[in-house]
T-cell receptor, first 118, second 112 residues
Framework: DTGVSQDPRHKITKRGQNVTFRCDPI?????LYWYRQTLGQGPEFLTY????????KSRLLSDRFSAERPKGSFSTLEIQRTEQGDSAMYLC????????????????FGSGTQLSVL | QKEVEQNSGPLSVPEGAIASLNCTYS??????FFWYRQYSGKSPELIMF????GDKEDGRFTAQLNKASQYVSLLIRDSQPSDSATYLC????????????FGTGTLLAVQP
């Protein structure tokens, strides 16, 4: 299966600890997104990469959050000094836009990493 | 006002009926609209997208867009218990990022 892969599936941590999540997009996809979803809410956009370049960050992404996508392949999302409010599902999605394609593109979501901060 | 508004539900319909899910949006600059299905504990899955006024049909699903009234809807014909899920409406402004803005979702329960 060559879908979007996220690791770990679940992470329990104590407040103040640092955590890092990994996302492996579909191999030919050059666009990668991170979203965060809390219970009863829709996914909220966090940040976006085209290849290795981080082109947009949401205001939701405080200084404690950092994302990277070295070499334009897998991506990592790190949260430093975690807070209880960081508890959420962190979703990664990838997509590709072909030359001449319309503005629409299909996002393929990974299964997410469920973070619980105690 | 939220960019994308949905009734959280639950919307309960009997098996075989038509389920009608609605979504309104606030920014007329929105270009494309998407419906995602999300089963409990799973990731969102794209069902339909639409960017022109009118109807777009795909199997049992029909997406409807009315830009003048700023609403988009999803009709599910012959509803099945397996359609029970949260349906997320999302929009995109296009541009370089083409990020999606999601609503809170409507929980659909199809009763056998």
């Amino acid at each position: 299966d060559t879908g979007v892969s996220q690791d770990p599936r679940h992470k329990i941590t104590k407040r103040g600890q640092n955590v890092t999540f990994r996302c492996d997009p579909i191999s030919e996809h050059n666009r990668l997104y991170w979203y965060r979803q809390t219970l009863g809410q829709g996914p909220e956009f966090l940040t976006y990469f085209q290849n290795e370049a981080q082109l947009e960050k949401s205001r939701l992404l405080s200084d404690r959050f950092s994302a990277e996508r070295p070499k334009g392949s897998f991506s990592t999302l790190e949260i430093q000094r975690t807070e209880q409010g960081d508890s959420a599902m962190y979703l990664c999605a990838s997509s590709s836009r072909l030359p001449g394609q319309s503005i629409n593109e299909k996002l393929f979501f990974g299964s997410g990493t469920q973070l619980s901060v105690l | 006002q939220k960019e994308v508004e949905q009734n959280s539900g639950p919307l309960s319909v009997p098996e075989g009926a038509i389920a009608s899910l609605n979504c309104t949006y606030s920014d007329r600059g929105s270009q494309s609209f998407f419906w995602y299905r999300q089963y409990s504990g799973k990731s969102p899955e794209l069902i339909m997208f639409i960017y022109s006024n009118g109807d777009k049909e795909d199997g049992r699903f029909t997406a409807q867009l009315n830009k003048a009234s700023q609403y988009v809807s999803l009709l599910i014909r012959d509803s099945q218990p397996s359609d029970s899920a949260t349906y997320l409406c999302a929009l995109s402004y296009g541009g370089a990022t083409n990020k999606l803005i999601f609503g809170t979702g409507t929980l659909l329960a199809v009763q056998p």
